[in-house]
């Protein structure tokens, strides 16, 4: 059973699916498209996953779910050690914490800045706070990204690959243009062909 990729338009598992790209995996990509008003996933995804939430893979019979989880399992099971460091090795400790400070800290004041935004005058007292949260989650991901534009090391990782989401979004921001060199590495990014292939499967 080829492996098979739940990916809801314009979220998180466009990663997953230009790790596939990068790994040359084959893979099944099963599509589901968000409500035009609510903007929320279909029900249909719960019928997969009881919160109904994309990335999901399916691999040999196993549903496995969260985008970092994820990107090590592929890796590790399929990876032959590439785009992540040696095990046991200092880098390998950078990466694993690089692959979860995607979700687990940098996504967290983007998504707070958007849920907030929709309370109006609501929402202002929260606004500064939130804004310090963005500058100062960006400006370390600016600072400890690497001469050779990677977040570890001088090629490509997951934990490039996890961060990709965040920071495209982050130099998007009104105050992108104070992270010149996160701007660089998201150009890259985007230049790349398995990133390229990845973006017209999941958004073609």
Same mark, same amino acid.
């Given at each position: 059973?080829?492996?098979? *990729?739940?990916?809801?338009?314009? $979220?998180?598992?466009?990663?997953?699916?230009?790790?596939?790209?990068?790994?040359?995996?084959?893979?099944?990509?099963?599509?589901?498209?968000?409500?035009?008003?609510? =903007?929320?996933?279909?029900?249909?995804?719960?019928?997969?996953?009881? #919160?109904?939430?994309?990335?999901? %893979?399916?691999?040999?019979?196993?549903?496995?779910?969260?985008?970092?989880?994820? *990107?090590?399992?592929? #890796?590790?099971?399929?990876?032959?050690?590439? /785009?992540?460091?040696?095990?046991?090795?200092? &880098?390998?400790?950078?990466?694993?914490? %690089? %692959?979860?400070? +995607?979700?687990?800290? &940098?996504?967290?004041?983007?998504?707070?800045?958007?849920?907030?935004?929709? /309370?109006?005058?609501?929402? *202002?007292? %929260?606004?500064?706070?939130?804004? $310090?949260? @963005?500058? =100062?989650?960006?400006?370390?991901?600016?600072?400890?990204?690497?001469?050779?534009?990677?977040?570890?090391?001088?090629?490509?990782?997951?934990?490039?690959?996890?961060? $990709?989401?965040? @920071?495209?979004? !982050? @130099?998007?921001?009104?105050?992108?243009?104070?992270?010149?060199?996160?701007?660089?590495?998201? !150009? !890259?990014?985007? !230049?790349?062909?398995?990133?390229?292939? +990845?973006?017209?499967?999941?958004?073609?």
């Amino acid at each position: 059973m080829a492996i098979r *990729v739940h990916h809801l338009n314009k $979220s998180r598992s466009q990663r997953i699916v230009w790790l596939l790209e990068e790994l040359g995996l084959p893979y099944e990509l099963v599509r589901y498209q968000r409500d035009a008003v609510t =903007n929320f996933a279909p029900p249909e995804l719960k019928a997969i996953h009881p #919160l109904g939430k994309s990335p999901l %893979l399916e691999d040999d019979g196993v549903l496995i779910e969260e985008s970092g989880a994820i *990107v090590q399992y592929l #890796l590790d099971r399929y990876g032959k050690g590439a /785009l992540q460091p040696a095990p046991g090795t200092p &880098a390998a400790l950078r990466h694993l914490q %690089l %692959l979860h400070f +995607a979700e687990g800290s &940098a996504m967290i004041p983007l998504l707070l800045r958007i849920y907030v935004s929709r /309370l109006g005058d609501g929402g *202002v007292p %929260l606004h500064g706070r939130i804004d $310090s949260e @963005v500058t =100062n989650h960006f400006d370390y991901l600016e600072s400890i990204l690497e001469p050779s534009g990677y977040f570890i090391g001088d090629s490509l990782t997951g934990a490039d690959i996890m961060l $990709s989401f965040p @920071v495209g979004i !982050a @130099v998007k921001q009104p105050e992108g243009s104070r992270w010149p060199r996160l701007q660089a590495f998201t !150009a !890259a990014i985007e !230049a790349r062909p398995a990133w390229q292939k +990845a973006m017209a499967a999941t958004e073609g």
